[in-house]
């Protein structure tokens, strides 16, 4: 297909604007067609449950059409006004729970996998994850949030959600200049904080469990990943009486 101009880039895709209102999300990698059309699948069935989520126009190969929301992503937003944090991590945590909301079988029935893992709880209560929802994937439309980028999504415990999410909001490196970054990790540390005050309550487990599986990211940076391992406990030793 024709692309436009390139929009967004992240650590897995492309986003064009092809006009009429409307962006194509491209894959870089080699993943299955079948993935992708899961992946839109559960973004068609989230959208009629009352999640918000883009429209989806067609989906061809490693390729989506959907519609073009305009707006500063949440992250954007906070960069420019760190002051809003707690409204924010109020807004995302209420989106989680709107995500929540969607029993696992019906992402199970289009083909969406489980977690790779289990935590504790009967598997009765799963429900949709979005397993990637934080402030850079809520864009704030003129008409509200959009969740976008839903190509991790599985079904499972809403803990495991909430705690990759704190694994990614309160671990992630921030871009920007150097003269802000005392700052900006201040305003990340108090929104990891209220996020995790607005949301489900989650257990230590939960949370060592998200931060292995972050581990196992490929796109994950080296100092993304620093961090996150000081979180893993040292084995004891001998030495250590």
Do not use: K
Not at 63 to 92: C, F, H, K, S, Y
Request: proline share 8%; charged share 25%; net charge neutral.
């Amino acid at each position: 297909m024709t692309t436009g101009e390139v929009i967004g880039t992240g650590r897995s895709a492309d986003v064009y604007d092809i006009g009429d209102g409307r962006v194509l999300r491209r894959y870089r990698d080699r993943r299955p067609a079948a993935r992708v059309v899961t992946e839109a699948r559960v973004m068609e069935h989230a959208r009629e449950a009352g999640v918000p989520v883009p429209e989806v126009f067609d989906v061809s190969g490693s390729e989506i059409v959907m519609e073009r929301v305009t707006g500063p992503t949440m992250l954007a937003a906070l960069a420019r006004r760190p002051w809003t944090a707690g409204a924010q991590a109020r807004l995302l945590a209420s989106l989680h729970r709107l995500v929540h909301r969607i029993p696992a079988s019906g992402p199970a029935a289009l083909g969406v996998p489980p977690l790779s893992f289990r935590l504790g709880g009967p598997r009765d209560t799963d429900v949709l994850l979005h397993r990637d929802l934080h402030p850079g994937n809520v864009i704030l439309g003129a008409t509200g949030p959009v969740i976008i980028d839903w190509e991790s999504c599985a079904y499972g415990p809403a803990a495991a959600d909430i705690a990759m999410t704190w694994a990614i909001i309160g671990f992630s490196t921030l871009n920007g200049p150097r003269s802000q970054a005392f700052a900006a990790l201040g305003a990340q540390s108090l929104f990891a904080r209220s996020f995790m005050r607005e949301a489900e309550p989650i257990d230590e487990d939960t949370r060592a469990t998200a931060v292995h599986d972050r581990l196992s990211d490929p796109h994950l940076l080296p100092a993304e990943a620093a961090r996150l391992a000081r979180l893993i406990p040292r084995p004891r030793t001998a030495a250590d009486g």
